[in-house]
């Protein structure tokens, strides 16, 4: 049974959040199995020069229709790298995603919509999972300069070192089934808690936006959320000056999370062939992610980049 993080990890990776971003196996309803892997391709993914990749037509930072994603320029970096085409296919994430997604079928026809999956946890079940091509962590946001005391503020235990009237007015954005739950619990926090869904049901909002909109408002002010978001909103700083703070595991509360590709479970030399692009080209993606604000830990769990990025104390 999965844990409470790897649950809310799913949400915020597979489909924010992800993630993302979802609940339960990130793409089906609660309570139901994996189907069974379909049949491989008869004519093999890249059979044809075309690398086919379903995406989120509307989920920054991760993926968008006009290509502004890391996810998507990741996936133009394969391509070119392949010498191959790149066809997207749109599909908002959320459940039912990789039933719609990879595991479904052009109509009348023996092709899959799509061969390759850009952003799911790592040990993912509902497909095979690549190499992790990122490790990021869940970080605290908020805005600079707004007078209630957080200025400065770089660790969980910064929150809880406020004057405790402080504190107490603050109002916490937090996503449904977050790690951050127990962590909020214990520290009697729970009535201060704005809850968000992971899935709002409505696919023109991405979980970006809706937190720096409620950042920038002061209906919120600071949100836990997972570490692409949180440094995209800070590294954009369109509304606000927003600050991201990454968070570090701690015992019995796992924050940080690896992120991977999926593939079909009977395409073994697609996923080969990915996993090799991943390690040819980890410093390219790694400069990608970059200018996204993308907090990025190495296999250790620590800051893999020491410099300051934009958007961070």
Avoid at 66 to 90: C, D, M, V, Y
Avoid at 95 to 109: C, D, M, W
Avoid at 233 to 249: D, Q
Wanted: net charge positive; hydrophobic share 40%; glycine share 8%.
């Amino acid at each position: 049974m999965r844990s409470r993080a790897a649950v809310a990890m799913l949400g915020a990776l597979c489909w924010l959040a992800l993630p993302a971003g979802a609940q339960q196996a990130a793409s089906e309803p609660a309570g139901a199995k994996p189907a069974a892997a379909p049949a491989p391709d008869t004519a093999g993914p890249g059979q044809d020069k075309v690398l086919r990749v379903c995406q989120d037509p509307n989920n920054l930072p991760f993926s968008s229709r006009s290509q502004a994603g890391f996810e998507n320029r990741i996936a133009a970096l394969f391509a070119q790298e392949l010498g191959w085409k790149l066809e997207t296919t749109w599909f908002p994430q959320r459940i039912g995603f990789i039933r719609n997604t990879l595991r479904a079928k052009e109509e009348n026809s023996d092709r899959f919509k799509c061969d390759l999956v850009t952003g799911v946890p790592a040990g993912f079940e509902m497909a095979a999972t690549t190499h992790p091509y990122y490790h990021s962590s869940y970080a605290l946001v908020y805005v600079k300069d707004r007078g209630k005391g957080l200025d400065g503020v770089r660790d969980l235990d910064g929150v809880l070192a406020l004057n405790p009237a402080q504190r107490g007015k603050l109002r916490f954005g937090v996503f449904s089934a977050s790690p951050m739950i127990d962590w909020l619990l214990k520290n009697d926090l729970m009535s201060q808690v704005e809850w968000y869904q992971i899935q709002s049901g409505d696919a023109e909002e991405y979980p970006g936006q809706t937190i720096e909109r409620d950042l920038a408002s002061g209906k919120i002010d600071l949100a836990f959320v997972w570490g692409p978001i949180a440094g995209y909103v800070a590294h954009n700083k369109r509304s606000a000056p927003i600050v991201a703070v990454p968070l570090v595991s701690r015992p019995g509360m796992k924050l940080d999370f690896e992120i991977a590709m999926g593939v079909r479970q009977a395409d073994k030399a697609f996923r080969q062939r990915i996993d090799q692009l991943i390690s040819a080209n980890q410093g390219k993606i790694n400069a990608i992610l970059e200018q996204y604000g993308v907090p990025l830990l190495d296999q250790k769990g620590q800051a893999l980049h020491m410099s300051q990025r934009a958007g961070t104390p």
